[in-house]
């Protein structure tokens, strides 16, 4: 499974860092981070990470295969 998680404003380069499975693409006003989540562990485990750092998910969806 791939994942996209639109996450509110710029994260820093350093912070996207502690998701090392993730790729990252800068939008406006938004950061994307994507990539494969092999289950559901994994994704809350992900989810988990975005809230400790205080990154807001304004969308999470999966991506076609």
Do not use: C, K, N
């Amino acid at each position: 499974m791939r994942y996209e998680f639109r996450i509110t404003g710029h994260v820093s380069e350093p912070l996207s860092h502690a998701f090392p499975e993730l790729g990252t693409v800068r939008a406006p006003g938004q950061t994307l981070f994507f990539g494969p989540v092999t289950d559901e562990a994994h994704l809350y485990g992900l989810l988990g990470r975005f809230r400790d750092l205080g990154l807001r998910v304004e969308e999470m969806r999966r991506l076609p295969d």
